[in-house]
């Protein structure tokens, strides 16, 4: 079946770097991708969506970066902080067009881990 | 307001007992969905309403029922439920608009443990 994945389990920076996380993706129809983060005993925190129409998006110190021809998803967060640990999901909506609602399927996680 | 509130935060209960969780929000969102989370893996989806009704049912055992009172209020009845079943139950919402750019906004969960 169809499946979102990362590439890196877990990734380990110090603070102040840069950290990239990155996904993959097998559904070549999918067309809106989200990254959470989640941090210990909370819910996913929504982060930054990117839709199919676009290759790169940004936020505050967030980067999301879409290509679709190798079918890879990527987060970029600047300067990262201790505050930045925590478990980051990629999740590709694969709802159809036609309903009224989405339907997430999210990627394995990757643990950031950032030392001060 | 753009908070997705669960109850209770942790629950322990037995393999006979029947209890609810409990999910509400205050966005006007129109979709809300319920799930599942193991430790150290993802979310995975059991059960989506729109509008009211019932729309994803991911082939979750009967012995959760889910049910939706009005659009701000989402409920899981559990009964009868073995220790596998304990996890870490999500409660999320969305506008509910055409399905296609839907961002999920989601609860802190609720920590369930089925002895």
């Known amino acids: 079946g169809e499946s979102v994945g990362l590439h890196l389990p877990t990734l380990s920076v110090q603070e102040g770097d840069n950290s990239i996380i990155n996904c993959a993706y097998s559904?070549?129809?999918?067309?809106?991708f989200i990254w959470y983060k989640q941090e210990s005993g909370k819910g996913p925190q929504f982060i930054i969506d990117i839709r199919s129409n676009m290759d790169k998006r940004q936020g505050q110190r967030v980067t999301v970066l879409l290509n679709k021809t190798v079918k890879h998803l990527s987060l970029q967060i600047a300067a990262t902080q201790p505050g930045d640990s925590a478990v980051y999901f990629c999740a590709e909506n694969s709802g159809a067009g036609g309903t009224s609602y989405g339907k997430l399927t999210f990627g394995q996680g990757t643990i950031l881990t950032v030392h001060p | 307001d753009t908070e997705v509130t669960q109850t209770p935060k942790h629950l322990v209960m037995g393999m006979t007992n029947k209890k609810s969780l409990k999910c509400e929000q205050h966005m006007g969102h129109r979709a809300m969905y319920w799930y599942k989370q193991k430790a150290k893996k993802p979310p995975e989806l059991m059960f989506v309403y729109s509008y009211e009704k019932l729309s994803i049912n991911e082939s979750v055992p009967s012995r959760f029922s889910p049910e939706c009172p009005n659009s701000s209020l989402l409920n899981l009845h559990l009964h009868a439920l073995q220790p596998e079943d304990s996890a870490l139950y999500l409660c999320?919402?969305?506008?509910?608009?055409?399905?296609?750019?839907?961002?999920?906004?989601f609860g802190s969960g609720t920590q369930l443990s089925v002895l």
């Open positions: 559904n070549s129809a999918s067309d809106y």
């Open positions: 999320a919402s969305s506008q509910g608009g055409t399905g296609v750019n839907e961002k999920l906004f």
